[in-house]
């Protein structure tokens, strides 16, 4: 599994906008090859906000890369600026490797 | 979905060891009520470090709760603490709830 991980700090007071924002955008994710799974997760709050982190599962990373350079992802991403001052500082991606896995 | 991840600063060079350490353990996690999935992953390289981040997933906190009681989390941790000297720092937990899914 490939996965790419968006890490969101939401200011205090501005979670239920933040989440708004992501229930009301349409990703088109479902369209798009190799792609696995989404997850938006809240999680815990610290120094004045709350971390979220997007969560994106893939088969590979060129299907991940494919999808960078995609219609679809403009798409998507055509409102990613706004909304600045919901956040403290800008998002931060990290991209993991699957080296193990069990379920 | 709730999400337990832990985050691990592994020391370059000690990349192999670590994960050595996670496949030679077992972790009882399949026999676990609620469990629903685990992957290890392998993240980016910075500062000297390569992030690595365990991630657990459950199908609710009280899933999770009652296995950080169970004797199964005592076996699965025993060796917890000992390899010091491949990290950069203590792990960090952070939990998540997801709030937004597709897949």
């Known amino acids: 599994m490939y996965l790419t991980m968006n890490r969101f700090k939401v200011k205090a007071g501005h979670e239920a906008e933040f989440e708004e ?3 009301t955008r349409d990703s088109h994710l ?4 190799g792609f696995v799974a989404f997850h938006l997760l809240k999680g815990p709050e610290r120094d004045g906000h ?3 982190a997007s969560h994106t599962a893939w088969e590979s990373e060129q ?3 494919a999808w960078t350079k995609s219609e679809a992802f403009r798409a998507a ?3 990613a600026g706004a909304h600045k001052e919901m956040y403290d500082g800008p998002p931060e991606l990290e991209i993991f490797e699957s080296v193990q896995s069990l379920s």
Not at 30 to 33: C, G, I, M, N, Y
């Open 21 to 23: 924002v992501w229930k």
């Open 50 to 52: 709350t971390l979220y």
């Open 63 to 65: 299907a991940f890369t």
């Open 77 to 79: 991403h055509a409102g």
């Open 30 to 33: 479902k369209s798009v090859p």
